[in-house]
Each structure stands twice: as C-alpha cells, then as structure tokens.
C-alpha cells in the first residue's frame, strides 16, 4: 500500500529517506470530475443510455433526464420517472449493471467521438510532478512540499468511467482506487466522503477539510466540496458561466485547464481560512 507522509512532517514507518522529516509536507486529494472537466463525452452517456432504456423496456427512451453534476444513480431515476416507468427505483440497480456492462461497447464509441478538452492531459502531467515518492513545492510555499494523489469523483458508474479516460489515455495519473463514483449515492457530495475513505484506507493519510480538492465544472460541484468542508476550483468548460461558477462559491475559477500554472496555482493554493 502506498504511504505519505504526514501533515505534520512526522516520516510513517516503513517509508525509506528523510524527505518526510526534513521539510513539512501537506498532502492533497485531488478529485477530478469527468465529464466537461477532462473530456468531451460527445454524447456517448446518452446513447448508452439508450441502449440500456431499450434493452430493458423494449421502446425508445423519449429523452435523458439532465446529467450535468449528477451521479448516474439520481440521473437514471429521473430519466425512468419521466419516460413514465412505475417504480423506477425497483428497475435502478439492473439498469446501473447493465450500463456498466456495456463500457466495452462504450469504448469504441468514445474513441469515435469523444475528445479530450484543452489542457487537461498537461495538468495531469503537471500534478503528476507531486504524486507520492516526486514531492515537490507548491505555487508561493518554498519551504513546504507538497504531495498529491490524483483520482476522481464523477458521477459515472466505475466501468464507464474507467473506459472514457482510458479510451483517450488520460488514466494514466489517476488513482482510480481512491475516488468515488455515480453509482455509490445519488447525492454527489455523499462521494466526497467515499473518496476520503478510500484514499485515507490506501495512503494512510487524513484528506479531510481543504487536504481535498473537487475539480468540476459545474454548481453541483462546487456545492459538494463546499458541503464537506473541501476545496473547489472550479472550470467553465461545460455549460456554466465563470460568473457563475463564481457565484456559487467556488474558491478558484478558470476558464479551462490550457494554462497549467495557473490551473496548479489553484489546486495547490494554500488553504482557505
């Protein structure tokens, strides 16, 4: 199991060197969303969505409910309940398992019409730079290294959300282990709490407060950091404005991720008061 030092400098056992000790160290969970923050899906949700919908009730879904910030849990018993399904809860589970089935068919699809949005493989890479083993110092924090595990919190089932990043190889940095995913809980702050645990259960380390850092783009990202006490930098690269976004509360706001230094001067600012 992976192992960082702690907020307190103090070295864990079994870690080799003096890094640990010799300089204070913070270590962030850095949790990023999917969907209009990494990549543009091109609609691939939706037509699998479809196909579930089909497959299932043997007719044509009249329309996906809204998913921008929305775990697939809550989308999917919005979406039954307007097509005008009885008991959409009790079909939840099977549509969710046979969403997730079909990420090997999704695969093609994304690789066809998916893309990965400006800057988002560089900051990656950028943030790779602080990952556990490669501490380095943050933006204005000369005398503090800082250390930084990458995951996820989208609301993606896991299967899809794994073939989305791996279909444009932007899974490379991430730390699929330690984050949360859409068919976890239909409350997308709930997931903050899900990546916590997983990351705290694989590093050995305390995430919570501002040590997590929600990447999204959309008001239901930044409510669900805002909510647990984390940070949200949040980016305009889906439908919602930067003033919006402001507005919301988010503590940074970017227009999009092709400016790497100032994307890891919002990830890695000092935290808030």
Known sequence: MPTLCGLSGVRHAGRSGDACYRRRVRCLLVLWDIDFTLIDAGGVG???????????????????????????????LDTLARAGIPGPRQHLDQFLARLAALAPTGRGLAEQHSRALPGAAAALDALAAFAPGRNGAGPGEPDQQVCVVQSVLTGNVRPMAEMKLGALGLDGHLDLEAGAYGESHEVRAELVHVARGNATRRYGTDFSGPATVLVGDTPLDVAAALETGARAVAVATGGTTAAALAESGAHAVLPDLTDTPAVLAAILAPPYP
């Open 46 to 76: 939706t037509r699998l969505y479809r196909m579930v919908f089909r497959d299932m009730f043997g007719t044509d879904l009249p329309a996906a409910a809204d998913m921008a910030g929305r775990t697939d849990r809550a989308i999917v």
